[in-house]
């Protein structure tokens, strides 16, 4: 159905910076939302942004400022830059897509995760 590659997690000090990407491809009519959540462990999977692509970004109170969700709609790819990056920002990070196939049903699909580790 759709295939969604994550890349850019890694290790990085306190302060630093990275820059996610997630790239869908497949059987795409459409793609609605394109958004981020973060897992980190002994926590519930919370949303850290997410674009509609119609209206205004959406992101979580703890990241507003620093993090930035953009997306290529012409690659069906949603990007993360995250700056001033904190420990606790330190999780294993999902892309998510709403996506409607080219048969016309909608569907809701996860990227296998990166891991982001804010440590000195």
């Known amino acids: 159905q759709v295939h969604l590659v994550e890349s850019g997690g890694g290790l990085v000090q306190p302060g630093g910076s990275l820059r996610l990407s997630c790239a869908a491809s497949?059987?795409?009519?459409?793609?609605?939302?394109m958004g981020w959540y973060r897992q980190a462990p002994g926590k519930e999977r919370e949303l850290v942004a997410a674009n509609t692509g119609g209206t205004s970004p959406n992101y979580a109170d703890s990241v507003k400022g620093r993090f930035t969700i953009s997306r290529d709609n012409a690659k069906n790819t949603v990007y993360l830059q995250m700056n001033s990056l904190k420990p606790e920002d330190t999780a294993v990070y999902y892309c998510n897509v709403k996506w409607r196939a080219t048969w016309g049903l909608e569907y809701d699909d996860w990227g296998q995760g990166t891991q982001v580790t804010v440590s000195s």
């Open positions: 497949g059987s795409i009519f459409s793609i609605n939302t």
